[in-house]
C-alpha cells in the first residue's frame, strides 16, 4: 500500500507539468477586431448626430435668451416677461434632459456594440483553448499580476487567427 501511495506521489507532479496554460491580451485584440473599428464608427456617427442636435437646441436656446433681455429693456407687460422666462426655462431645461439622454443613448449603443465583440472574442477563445489542449488561459489585460511567460504559452497568434485578423494588423 505504501508503495502505491508512493508511486501515486511522483507521478502526480509529473502529471502537473504536462498540463497547457496559456495567455494572450484581449485588449489588444479587441482593438484589432474589424467590428470593433465598425462599432466605433458606429458611435462616433451616432455621436455626431446628438452634437448637431444639441448645438441646435443650444442656438435657439441663445436665440430666445437674447430676445428675452432685449424684451426686459423695452416696456413690456410684466405677464408676457413671465412667459417668456419660463419658455427660456423650459427649453433650458430640455436642454439638459436632451444631454442625459444622449449621455445614457451613447453608453448604452457602446455596451450593445461590445457584446456582440466580446462574444466573438470568447468564442475564439473557447476554440484555441479546446483545440490547443489549455487547462487554463490568462487574460493580461485583466489585470493579471504575474504570468510566467516560460511556463505559459502566448496564444495571441492563435486567438488573433480564428477572429480573421491579419498577421500585420497594427
Not at 422666462?85 to 439622454?101: A, G, I, N, P, V
Not at 450593445?112 to 465583440?117: D, H, L, N, P, Y
Not at 489549455?134 to 488573433?160: A, N
Amino acid at each position: 500500500m505504501k508503495k502505491i501511495l508512493i508511486v501515486l506521489m511522483l507521478i502526480a507532479p509529473m502529471s502537473m507539468l504536462a498540463q497547457k496554460f496559456g495567455y494572450m491580451n484581449s485588449a489588444e485584440l479587441v482593438q484589432l477586431m474589424p467590428e470593433f473599428k465598425q462599432a466605433q464608427k458606429k458611435i462616433q456617427d451616432l455621436e455626431a448626430t446628438y452634437t448637431k442636435d444639441f448645438e441646435s437646441m443650444r442656438t435657439e436656446l441663445e436665440k430666445k435668451g437674447t430676445e428675452f433681455e432685449k424684451l426686459q429693456k423695452d416696456s413690456v407687460p410684466e405677464n408676457i416677461l413671465k412667459r417668456r422666462y419660463d419658455e427660456l426655462m423650459q427649453l433650458q431645461e430640455r436642454l439638459m434632459q436632451y444631454r442625459e439622454e444622449v449621455s445614457a443613448n451613447l453608453a448604452r449603443a457602446e455596451q450593445e456594440e461590445m457584446v456582440a465583440i466580446q462574444t466573438k472574442l470568447r468564442d475564439a477563445l473557447d476554440v484555441v483553448g479546446r483545440e490547443g489542449g489549455y487547462v487554463c488561459i490568462f487574460d493580461l489585460s485583466g489585470g493579471m499580476p504575474y504570468v510566467s511567460k516560460t511556463l505559459c504559452e502566448d496564444v495571441t497568434k492563435q486567438v488573433r487567427t480564428k477572429l480573421g485578423i491579419p498577421a500585420n494588423a497594427k
